[in-house]
C-alpha cells in the first residue's frame, strides 16, 4: 500500500485541541476551516486530497476527542506519519482506517511543500524531493489489514457479508 502526496510540518506535541478546537464544535461546517490553524493558519485553507503530514512526537495527544482523527478523512489526507503518537489517537485512526506510520527522525527530513511516499507495509518512508528513504515501524499485520479495509466497521461488515453468503 504505498501513498504519496504533497508534505505538510507539525512539531512535537500536536494535541487533539489544536487539531479540531472545541470552540468550533457548535458551528456546523465551521470546524473543517480551523484544522491545526494553530500550528498553521493556512493548513485549513490550502490542503488538498492526497496530502501527507509529516509530525514529531506525540501527534495527537490530550483527550480523546474522536473528531480529531476523524477530520482528516473527509479532507483525503493520504497518511500521518510521525515520530509518535499519542495512544488514543493512535487507536482511533486504525479504527476508522485513517493510514498513519510511526517513523523516528522523520520531522528532521523533510520540509513543508516536499513530496513524500510512504509504503505502508514495508514502512519505508521517501523524500522524493531529496531522494532520502528512512525506515518507519512496521504496522502488526492486523491493525495494517484493518487500514487496508478501510476501518473495523467497513471489515467487520464485509466479513459478515461474506460469512452470509457462505450459509
Not at 493520504?78 to 515520530?83: H, K, P, Q, R, T
Not at 503518537?85 to 523533510?110: D, W
Not at 504496522?139 to 487496508?148: R, S
Request: hydrophobic residues 40%.
Amino acid at each position: 500500500m504505498k501513498i504519496s502526496g504533497r508534505v505538510w510540518v507539525f512539531p512535537d506535541n500536536v494535541d487533539t485541541d489544536a487539531i479540531t478546537p472545541a470552540k468550533y464544535f457548535d458551528k456546523p461546517g465551521e470546524l473543517r476551516n480551523h484544522i491545526l490553524e494553530t500550528f498553521d493558519k493556512t493548513f485549513p485553507k490550502e490542503v488538498q486530497p492526497g496530502d501527507v503530514i509529516v509530525a514529531g512526537k506525540n501527534f495527537g495527544c490530550g483527550s480523546s476527542r474522536e473528531t480529531a482523527p476523524d477530520v482528516f478523512p473527509p479532507l483525503k489526507v493520504g497518511v500521518i506519519v510521525a515520530e509518535s503518537f499519542g495512544r488514543i489517537f493512535y487507536r482511533n485512526s486504525v479504527a476508522i482506517g485513517l493510514p498513519i506510520l510511526e517513523c523516528p527522525e522523520v520531522s528532521k527530513a523533510f520540509e513543508k511543500g516536499q513530496q513524500m511516499e510512504v509504503d505502508l507495509e514495508e514502512a519505508t518512508v521517501k523524500n522524493l524531493t531529496t531522494g532520502k528513504t528512512i525506515q518507519g515501524k512496521k504496522l502488526p499485520p492486523m491493525l495494517l489489514n484493518i487500514i487496508k479495509g478501510g476501518g473495523q466497521i467497513k471489515l467487520l461488515k464485509k466479513e459478515f457479508k461474506a460469512a452470509a453468503k457462505k450459509k
